[in-house]
Nanobody, 117 residues
Framework: QVQLVESGGGLVQAGGSLRLSCAASGSIFSIYHMGWYRQAPEKQRELVATITSGSRTNYADSVKGRFTISRDNAKKSVYLQMNSLKAEDTAVYYC???????????WGQGTQVTVSS
């Protein structure tokens, strides 16, 4: 089992940058695929970016070229560097972990990102 805690959200002007962090505890971090999802008001939760246990990455088309996901297995952390932020990036961002063998999903509590135009 793993516990996830996000940090780094906040209010930023359009065109600015933020870096989200997700700290994991309770299990061997390297055996989890990790990801960031977001949910805007009155919208469904959507995938932002994922990174496998082998560090392969995948991005939603809407964030390609602007966001970068990375992980540090020694620190049991995953990061989301967000550049050139737009108002439509405003959402609660959630960290996700998927066990590579059991496919069990874990979620953090979320961190609010608000981009003012």
């Amino acid at each position: 089992q793993v516990q996830l805690v996000e940090s780094g959200g906040g209010l930023v002007q359009a065109g600015g940058s933020l870096r989200l962090s997700c700290a994991a505890s309770g299990s061997i971090f390297s055996i989890y695929h990790m990801g960031w999802y977001r949910q805007a008001p009155e919208k469904q939760r959507e995938l932002v970016a994922t990174i496998t246990s082998g560090s392969r990455t995948n991005y939603a088309d809407s964030v390609k070229g602007r966001f970068t996901i990375s992980r540090d297995n020694a620190k049991k952390s995953v990061y989301l560097q967000m550049n050139s932020l737009k108002a439509e990036d405003t959402a609660v961002y959630y960290c996700n972990a998927v066990h590579t063998l059991t496919r069990t999903n874990y979620w953090g509590q979320g961190t609010q990102v608000t981009v003012s135009s």
